[in-house]
């Protein structure tokens, strides 16, 4: 099992910018790929950024390319968003998860996954 905790969502005007994190605990954190995914209301759940198990690799949504960047520390047990240049269309609840599949875009790869931070970015 693998424990995921979010944090650092919050309200921010469009341009600006935030930092999630998300903690893990249980089994070794360092083993896992792990991926952002984002959740309006209404809308289906869907991929923002992965990264894998060193760090060394990234793949972002073309949405989010430019302005998030995905980072880790294994010896934090954490793995952190970036968002820059926010816009309103980016508010959603996001969610933190531990790949446990093949295809990195699809949630249904993924594992455990944490409670989920809004975001809300105002106009």
């Known amino acids: 099992q693998v424990q995921l905790v979010e944090s650092g969502g919050g309200l921010v005007q469009a341009g600006g910018s935030l930092r999630l994190s998300c903690a893990a605990s249980g089994r070794t954190f360092s083993n896992y790929a792990m991926g952002w995914f984002r959740q309006a209301p209404g809308k289906e759940r869907e991929f923002v950024a992965h990264i894998s198990w060193s760090g060394g690799s990234t793949y972002y949504a073309n949405s989010v390319k430019g302005r998030f960047t995905i980072s880790r520390d294994n010896a934090k047990n954490t793995v952190y968003l970036q968002m820059n240049s926010l816009k309103p269309e980016d508010t959603a609840v996001y969610y933190c998860?531990?790949?446990?599949?093949?295809?990195?875009?699809?949630?249904?790869?993924?594992?455990?996954w944490g409670q989920g931070t809004q975001v809300t970015v105002s106009s």
């Open positions: 998860a531990a790949l446990k599949g093949v295809v990195v875009t699809s949630a249904s790869s993924y594992g455990y």
